[in-house]
T-cell receptor, first 111, second 113 residues
């Protein structure tokens, strides 16, 4: 069935370092891959997304890459700041609009 | 913050009871999806409504049901509550024509005792 695996489950970096979170998906029909940031007690917030016709997308300090052949995609955060600390979720969906989420990565940025 | 709102914020129910959760989508969004997020896990898709019709369902039993109204707001109803139904219930709305970009509401925290 449809599945999205996310790694690592926890990630601790020093302020200013880069952070990378990786996800793999199983459904070949998946064509949309968003990333959400969820702070404690708050709603998931869409931070960046990528569609299957694009290999990479950047938005300031955040970038996402997609390898359709290998069925994996990654989130890259450069120059991390303490306010980047949160739980990050990757997700995938096909034409149904149903988002399948990964298990989440707790990112801690140490000042 | 998005324009998606949910009510109530928190709810405590007893096992076997029924509950109704509400969601108002962002202006112009005609698609609403509901997700269940257990503590420490990613959201799980319950179902989606588009123009008042159910448009896809996840692996949830029939005691989870929903409605969408002409103004695109939506309800999630859960009958015969079980302890495992304790979770954060999130709704997300989508703009027509933008594919799958979904924007979440703040959620309703349901506790079943």
């Amino acid at each position: 069935g449809e599945n999205v695996e996310q790694h690592p489950s926890t990630l601790s970096v020093q302020e200013g370092d880069s952070a990378v979170i990786k996800c793999t998906y199983s459904d070949s029909a998946s064509n949309y891959f968003p990333w959400y940031k969820q702070e404690l007690g708050k709603r998931p917030q869409l931070i960046i997304d990528i569609r299957s016709n694009v290999g990479e997308k950047k938005d300031q300090r955040i970038a996402v890459t997609l390898n359709k052949t290998a069925k994996h995609f990654s989130l890259h955060i450069t120059e991390t700041q303490p306010e980047d600390s949160a739980v990050y979720f990757c997700a995938g969906s096909g034409n149904t609009g149903k988002l399948i989420f990964g298990q989440g990565t707790t990112l801690q940025v140490k000042p | 913050e998005t324009g998606v709102t949910q009510s109530p914020t928190h709810l405590i129910k007893t096992r076997g009871q029924q509950v109704t959760l509400r969601c108002s989508s962002q202006s112009g969004h005609n698609t609403v999806s509901w997700y269940q997020q257990a503590l420490g896990q990613g959201p799980q898709f319950i179902f989606q409504y588009y123009r008042e019709e159910e448009n896809g369902r996840g692996n949830f039993p029939p005691r989870f049901s929903g409605l969408q109204f002409p103004n695109y707001s939506s309800e999630l109803n859960v009958n015969a509550l079980e302890l495992d139904d304790s979770a954060l219930y999130l709704c997300a709305s989508s703009l027509p024509g933008t594919g799958d970009e979904q924007y979440f509401g703040p959620g309703t925290r349901l506790t079943v005792t």
